[in-house]
């Protein structure tokens, strides 16, 4: 079992920064890979960023490359969502998941993970 709490959520204005907190507990997190996925009212949850276990990869979904930054903690069981240049557009729930299969892929397919956070809101304001 893991368990995940997301924070940091918040509104913003359109140009500015939030940085997002997931705090896992529960099983020896530098041995899972972690997501962050985000669903915006009517739409379908996506994708957002992803880690690997011990922090040294990373991919992102286009839509956020080059304002979005995902780092990772081992030794706090933490990961982490640096939102920069945030858009309306960006307005979502947004929640962190771990993926605990076997291969490190750092997957960008909801199925794939394992456990999820309750969520946490950005809003964006223009």
């Known amino acids: 079992q893991v368990q995940l709490a997301e924070s940091g959520g918040g509104l913003v204005q359109t140009g500015g920064s939030l940085r997002l907190s997931c705090a896992a507990s529960?099983?020896?997190?530098?041995?899972?890979?972690m997501g962050w996925f985000r669903q915006a009212p009517g739409k379908e949850r996506e994708f957002v960023a992803v880690?690997?276990?011990?922090?040294?990869?990373?991919t992102y979904a286009d839509s956020v490359k080059g304002r979005f930054i995902i780092s990772r903690d081992n030794a706090k069981n933490t990961v982490y969502l640096q939102m920069n240049s945030l858009k309306p557009e960006d307005t979502a729930v947004y929640y962190c998941?771990?993926?605990?299969?076997?291969?490190?892929?750092?997957?960008?397919?909801?199925?794939?993970?394992?456990?999820w956070g309750q969520g946490t809101q950005v809003t964006v304001s223009s």
């Open positions: 998941a771990a993926d605990l299969g076997p291969l490190d892929s750092r997957s960008d397919r909801r199925d794939e993970y394992d456990y």
């Open positions: 880690i690997s276990r011990g922090g040294l990869r990373q």
């Open positions: 529960g099983r020896t997190f530098s041995s899972y890979s």
